[in-house]
């Protein structure tokens, strides 16, 4: 993974490796290194930069950091090119983070928050709000990450 702007602190940051290394480590979570997402960034950075933003917000508000910094990490843990692909139950929008949980769970058992965070983050683009305040950081964190990552080169 090159080294980046938006996600640069995170690996001296000992508390929110000690929340995410496990995940970090398995073969699911680095596979979103395959995949573009915002167009300067790979699906694991994007991840890993709304995960330790949303990690610093959650802690400067009071809120849980390390369910925040793992759901963070999860949200988008999902393998198709998400331009091209089409799904009969609904928009990407709806669908991904319901992969995005399934996949999850695969890797690391979710508490209610964690599901929250993943399954909600696209509130905007879908209906259903938010329950959690740590569902909201992640929501409004991916969108910032999103338009960075689209608007600059992540080098």
């Known amino acids: 993974m090159a080294p980046n702007y938006m996600t640069e602190k995170w690996r001296e940051d000992e508390e929110y490796l000690s929340y995410v290394e496990d995940l970090l480590a398995t073969e699911e979570v680095q596979k979103l290194a395959e995949y573009t997402q915002h167009m300067h960034s790979t699906r694991l950075e994007h991840s890993i930069s709304v995960s330790y933003h949303s990690y610093k917000l959650a802690k400067r508000w009071n809120g849980n950091a390390r369910a925040t910094a793992r759901a963070g990490?999860?949200?988008?843990?999902?393998?198709?090119?998400?331009?091209?692909?089409?799904?009969?139950?609904?928009?990407h929008a709806y669908v991904h983070p319901r992969i995005a949980a399934k996949n999850a769970e695969k890797i690391t058992e979710l508490s209610d928050?964690?599901?929250?965070?993943?399954?909600?983050?696209?509130?905007?683009?879908t209906i259903a709000p938010p329950k959690y305040k740590e569902s909201y950081i992640v929501t409004f964190v991916d969108k910032y990450c999103a338009v960075k990552e689209a608007a600059l080169p992540m080098t």
């Open 73 to 91: 990490l999860l949200h988008d843990l999902f393998y198709y090119d998400w331009r091209t692909t089409k799904f009969d139950e609904g928009s």
């Open 113 to 125: 928050l964690e599901r929250d965070i993943i399954i909600k983050h696209m509130w905007g683009a």
